[in-house]
């Protein structure tokens, strides 16, 4: 067993990033988590020899886009392949996000557009922390927290699940 599984699920998001010539990228990211409410800061890890990593080691710019559960197939497809032998972002229509000159997966639940404030080796990752400047959210599928069976939770390997009921304590 991976001991990092018992920290599972997690949220899976497809990360966007550009290289220094505005070329695109995507990868899907399950390493991700708010450090952060005041700014808003995100951190998430990348393995080092990503093409996203080197991203984003030249530009610093990010959109963590939250794929609906109709993109299981699109995560998967971004999480096994890499960005330099496959154009990823050609499986999606893009546009441009809206602070950051990166682009943004049209039809996703929610995104969140940042720029990288922090970065750190552990292991074989590079941390990265970014300060959210813009984020929009699909309001029929989060309110205060994601709606029964709207995002894809990874985890691990090729498995996935969906949020549930919400429970409270006493209730």
């Not at 997690?10 to 988590?33: I, P, R, S």
């Not at 080796?121 to 300060?131: D, T």
């Not at 309001?139 to 995002?151: A, D, H, N, P």
């Amino acid at each position: 067993m991976e001991a990092y599984r018992m920290l599972h699920p997690e949220l899976t998001v497809l990360l966007t990033t550009v290289d220094k010539n505005g070329k695109g990228n995507v990868c899907a990211v399950a390493w991700n988590m708010p450090v952060s409410e005041e700014p808003f800061c995100v951190a998430f890890a990348l393995d080092e020899e990503h093409l996203s990593t080197r991203n984003l080691m030249e530009t610093d710019e990010f959109i963590l886009n939250i794929p609906g559960k109709d993109m299981l197939e699109d995560v998967w497809f971004c999480g096994t392949r890499s960005g330099r032998k496959v154009d990823k972002l050609r499986r999606f229509e893009v546009e441009d996000g809206k602070k950051v000159k990166v682009p943004r997966i049209k039809g996703c639940a929610g995104y969140l557009e940042g720029r990288v404030i922090k970065r750190m080796e552990v292991g074989e990752c590079v941390l990265f922390v970014g300060e959210i400047v813009h984020y929009e959210v699909d309001k029929k599928l989060f309110g205060e927290y994601w709606k029964e069976g709207s995002v894809l939770l990874h985890l691990g390997g090729k498995y996935f699940t969906l949020p549930g009921k919400p429970l409270t304590p006493g209730g």
